[in-house]
Nanobody, 132 residues
Framework: QVQLVESGGGLVQSGGSLKLSCTTS????????IVWSRQKSGKPREGVSC????????YYADSVKGRFTISRDSAKNTIYLTMNNLKPEDTAIYSC?????????????????????????WGQGTQVTVSS
């Protein structure tokens, strides 16, 4: 299985924006769901968004809904995560992976994006740091 490659992270002030990219030159991302997750220091990985390239359906965790947008550019074989109105609590390493489907569930009243049992390997990730 092939890891995807993420880029676009950086240091930004609270309220700022960043656009992350997820791509690979090894195969087409068509016919996959692509999941973006983040891992904060000392915390478990958290799914934040997913796009199913077959029907363009999108999923968001409640923690980012209305601020983050997932999209794709088929010609560039790239999935983007546009992050607006960033908050210090968004600070994390952001990674992407292929999956067979997009899925979400509600935990403690909050919708979260979850991987299926066939998710691929997470990429190395890109660091996003939001200063207050």
């Amino acid at each position: 299985q092939v890891q995807l490659v993420e880029s676009g992270g950086g240091l930004v002030q609270s309220g700022g924006s960043l656009k992350l990219s997820c791509t690979t030159s090894r195969f087409s991302l068509e016919s996959y769901a692509i999941v973006w997750s983040r891992q904060k220091s000392g915390k478990p990985r958290e799914g934040v968004s997913c796009i199913d390239t077959r029907d363009e359906s999108t999923y968001y965790a409640d923690s980012v809904k209305g601020r983050f947008t997932i999209s794709r550019d088929s010609a560039k074989n790239t999935i983007y995560l546009t992050m607006n109105n960033l908050k210090p609590e968004d600070t994390a390493i952001y990674s992407c992976a292929t999956d067979m489907i997009c899925a979400s569930t509600v935990i403690a009243g909050q919708r979260v994006v979850i991987p299926s049992g066939q998710i691929g390997p997470w990429g190395q990730g890109t660091q996003v740091t939001v200063s207050s």
